[in-house]
């Protein structure tokens, strides 16, 4: 230190005052901000309080942190020290005429240069209160500390704190907050504390955690709503013990995703996630319910939990997983000229709408795989052979999966989960309360996504036809409406005489609307034919005399109402006696198949609508367009052949359903 240039710099007149101070911190506060006017950094070198004893009276005595010797240590270890034997003094005392706290300054001499800045000191970037209580705000909205400095120097720009003291008075803040608990103790607190509901098991004789299950209360209500779909999945890296974090998904009506549950799990067993889903199981309402569809990647073990759990939900396979995995095996073994056309032709198969169409399309790709076995043996082996129904088109069309054949919904759920956490090492309450917070947003946005349902109505709604749609039917769903009414060509109106619906049947039977007596002579005479009698003795029970009196008439003029067509009674007959698909259009939609015939590509569809309550007329569909559902009776009393009707008409019968998803 001896050898130091010898420099000498004079602070006595900023430190002069007259000014008394009426108490002790008052003193210690304007030293310590002269100190910061004038690039010093002073320091308590000393201070004591009366307290009647001898040789203890009240007095600080302020120094420079640059006071005092460097002590050399003979560890061999390189150090170093700010300490240059400073003489900086002052001496705070109370006047002895009681005015108050006086300051004397012994000397104002420094023998080392001041700073230009004191950013980096690590007395001088101490937080105050209102930093502290800024930065604990920040931090509890999981911002990271790189961020919460910069908004502290644009808060307070006279601030000079380092990176080093957020991250430690983020620690303090997070030590004071769990206090004696452990990591998972307090996990569980604030499981508990923000109403969630959840299980969490222990293994055999040890106090170790095996796997928790939490979900939000909010989350719970949703399951119970919407709980046709769930689409499942794992992701990693969400904390620091490497611990996979399995999420489960659903939809809304307002075809927003949200979070059902999620799990941290020992290990990824089918025991593991068995005891995952019947917790999720325990969540529904109603004992009888479960998921219509889950939705997963190809992982056996899941796959057969859900088997055990969930017998009766059909497990669809996401398609995009599927065909990037197809395509890679196809990058192997075959040539580059070849894989597009490959890949089409494997789409094809992907997409198929029937089973006829799914083996046309299997056998192209297999004559154009011929001298690549090796890729198709992978195709055949890994995918179509065990899993083709769970999802090639020909046979998951026939199941409700409302539009969701892939997990892109829980693969967003990651994505933002991941945004939120920023890292991956966070331990597993950082993880929990990034799960949290990114929960609140996703409800908050469902809720409104609700509201607006109920209060807002777009353009191409304010038809009277959606008159009685609005405000029961999700916005989302009455775009797919919309989208459906796209499909009518034209309605074609027939006489009101209460001869209406049969006038309607005749116009498309080729009778001409004229045609309606006929219509209902044959009608009459199905109701008695042999081949079908039991049919209706069990269809119609009681009401067979009913029915038949109402295919009766006295006149040729106009018909009182228990004379008209009525549904579904008359929908059965028509669909039989002229073997033809019948659709109506009204409250409620329906169609009526064969009962007892097996299905026919190249039949009759009629489709008639029935408006203002009273009336029916014609109306011509584009090709293609979505059939409504069956009646309960159709599938209690339709002949074991006639099955096939809803599995020729399956792709548009789903169709139907993703166009009318109810908000409850």
């Known amino acids: 230190m001896e050898n130091l240039p010898k420099i000498c710099v004079d602070t006595t007149d900023a430190f002069m005052t007259t000014e008394r101070f009426g108490t002790r911190e008052e003193v210690i506060r304007w030293i310590k901000k002269v100190g910061i006017d004038n690039k010093v950094t002073v320091i308590i070198s000393r201070s004591d309080t009366e307290t009647g004893k001898r040789g203890r009276s009240n007095k600080i005595i302020f120094g420079c942190d640059k006071g005092g010797k460097h002590k050399i240590s003979d560890s061999g270890t390189q150090s170093a020290s700010k300490k240059c034997g400073c003489p900086f003094k002052i001496r705070s005392t109370p006047a002895k005429d009681g005015s108050g706290w006086k300051i004397d300054v012994k000397c104002g001499l420094h023998n080392h240069g001041l700073p230009d800045r004191l950013e980096g000191h690590s007395f001088i970037g101490r937080l105050t209160t209102d930093e502290k209580q800024h930065v604990a705000d920040l931090a509890k909205r999981h911002v990271a500390p790189r961020n919460i400095l910069l908004s502290l120097q644009d808060k307070f720009p006279e601030n000079v704190t380092r990176i080093t003291q957020v991250y430690k008075h983020k620690s303090v803040i997070e030590k004071e907050i769990r206090g004696p608990r452990s990591e998972i103790q307090h996990l569980f607190k604030l499981i508990e504390d923000a109403g969630y509901v959840y299980w969490s098991r222990k293994q055999d004789d040890a106090e170790v955690v095996r796997e928790i299950f939490w979900a939000h209360p909010d989350s719970v209500k949703l399951l119970n709503i919407f709980p046709i779909v769930l689409v499942m999945d794992i992701t990693y890296k969400t904390n620091k013990y490497r611990q996979p974090l399995f999420e489960i998904v659903g939809m809304t009506s307002t075809e927003l995703t949200f979070a059902v549950g999620f799990a941290y799990m020992e290990s990824e067993q089918t025991e593991n996630f068995c005891w995952v889903l019947e917790k999720l199981k325990e969540l529904f309402v109603k004992k009888d319910m479960c998921p219509q569809v889950i939705l997963t990647d190809r992982d056996l073990a899941l ?59 299997l056998h192209q790709l297999e004559q154009a795989c011929v001298d690549y076995s090796g890729f198709i043996n992978y195709v055949k082996d890994t995918w179509l052979t065990p899993h083709r129904h769970r999802f090639v088109g020909a046979w998951i069309n026939r199941v409700l999966h409302l539009g969701n054949t892939t997990t892109n919904r829980v693969e967003s759920a990651h994505w933002k989960l991941k945004q939120m956490l920023g890292n991956s090492i966070g331990d597993m309450v950082k993880c929990w309360e990034a799960m949290n917070n990114n929960l609140r947003l996703q409800l908050g946005n469902i809720r409104a996504s609700f509201q607006k349902s109920f209060y807002e109505v777009e353009h191409a709604h304010v038809s009277p036809f959606y008159g009685y749609l609005r405000g029961s039917v999700s916005r989302a769903a009455l775009r797919r409406i919309a989208e459906g009414t796209l499909r009518i060509m034209n309605v074609v109106n027939v006489e009101s005489d209460g001869n209406c619906g049969f006038r309607v049947i005749a116009s498309l039977h080729g009778y001409g609307e004229d045609g309606w007596s006929m219509v209902r002579r044959e009608l009459g005479l199905e109701l008695i034919d042999k081949d079908r009698s039991t049919l209706y003795d069990k269809l119609f029970s009681n009401r067979l005399s009913a029915v038949r009196e109402s295919l009766m008439i006295e006149s040729f003029g106009s018909q009182p109402p228990e004379k008209w067509m009525s549904l579904p009674d008359m929908g059965y007959l028509i669909a039989n006696r002229y073997n033809v698909v019948l659709v109506c259009l009204g409250n409620p939609c329906i169609t009526f198949f064969p009962m007892t015939s097996s299905h026919s590509p190249n039949v009759s569809i009629y489709c008639i609508g029935f408006v203002n309550q009273n009336h029916w007329v014609q109306v011509n569909m584009k090709e293609g367009f979505p059939l409504p559902p069956v009646t309960l009776d159709w599938k209690k009393f339709r002949s074991h052949i006639a099955t096939t009707w809803m599995l020729g008409f399956a792709g548009r019968m789903q169709h139907w359903q993703l166009l009318t998803p109810v908000l409850a």
């Open 303 to 361: 796959m057969k939990a859900i088997e055990v759990v969930f017998p009766n939900s059909i497990n669809l396979l996401c398609r995009f997983h599927i065909n990037k995995n197809v395509g890679a095996k196809c990058k192997q073994h075959v040539v580059n000229d070849l894989q597009k056309t490959i890949d089409t032709l494997w789409m094809e198969v992907v997409w198929a709408s029937d089973e006829v169409e799914y083996g046309q399309r």
